[in-house]
């Protein structure tokens, strides 16, 4: 993938450092692996605990919780797949699912549904407007193979991709799923509620990996017009 793509270890070491919050000389000096994977390169672990209540956006209205939408939802498992060398087919059929099963705004089409036209080659314009993208947080090549998946990083340029602010790869977590998963639609939750509170309309995409062969994506929005399928809320804090 490096060989191919023309990455080095050091930009393995400069992603990992920036999502983890550390400086990227601890990650260069941790110990290695397997050639040319370091300690430092490994996802974060700790102790996980989620919880997710399902509802209608009625119901949660009636309550009063925050709520954000889950307004498509999209799942690509493949046998083996390793047609291209660590590009993950798989994550671009499950994004392209979960947008095209969601109610859009009126002006984001002529019939205010996604488009069912994106093509699997142009992936990028499935994140067209995307307030939010919720991330793997696996190994440190991992980020960077979805990444190319998903028409989101150019090997010419790889500091755009690193600088691209919507990108939030969250942790500590523990690498596996369901429980993986489940947190990133908490995290992209949390995210939509502070910007609801702030009174933006926004959205996110929550991508999540069973390894390379099954990839399973969320379309989460705030927006007033998405009506699509049931609501997601969530408590956080012993208190609740």
């Known amino acids: 993938f490096l060989k191919r793509t023309g990455l080095t270890e050091s930009h393995l070491c400069r992603s990992r450092a920036m999502r983890h919050g550390v400086a990227v000389d601890i990650v260069e000096k941790s110990a290695p692996v397997a050639l040319p994977l370091r300690k430092g390169m490994l996802p974060q672990y700790g102790d996980l605990c989620v919880a997710l209540l399902l509802s209608t956006g009625s119901f949660a209205r009636k309550k009063g919780l925050p709520f954000t939408a889950v307004s498509g939802v999209g799942l690509a498992t493949a046998a083996f797949p390793f047609s291209e060398f660590a590009f993950w087919h798989t994550a671009e059929k499950a994004i392209q699912d979960a947008m095209q099963s ?39 090549h991992h980020e960077w193979m979805l990444a190319e998946s998903l028409g989101l990083l150019d090997t010419s340029d790889p500091d755009s991709y690193l600088n691209d602010g919507r990108i939030n790869t969250t942790g500590p977590c523990v690498y596996s799923p369901p429980a993986t998963g489940a947190a990133r639609i908490l995290a992209a939750h949390e995210l939509l509620t502070k910007e609801s509170a702030k009174g933006n309309e926004a959205d996110a995409l929550v991508i999540s990996s069973a390894g390379l062969a ?12 998405t009506t699509a399928l049931p609501a997601s809320a969530s408590h956080t804090g012993a208190e609740k």
């Open 214 to 225: 099954s990839v399973s994506s969320f379309h989460l929005s705030n927006r007033s017009q």
């Open 102 to 140: 969601f109610t859009a705004r009126p002006e984001e089409s002529s019939e205010g549904k996604a488009s069912g036209g994106v093509a699997i080659k142009d992936a990028k314009a499935l994140f067209r407007g995307r307030t939010f993208l919720e991330f793997v947080d696996g190994w440190a």
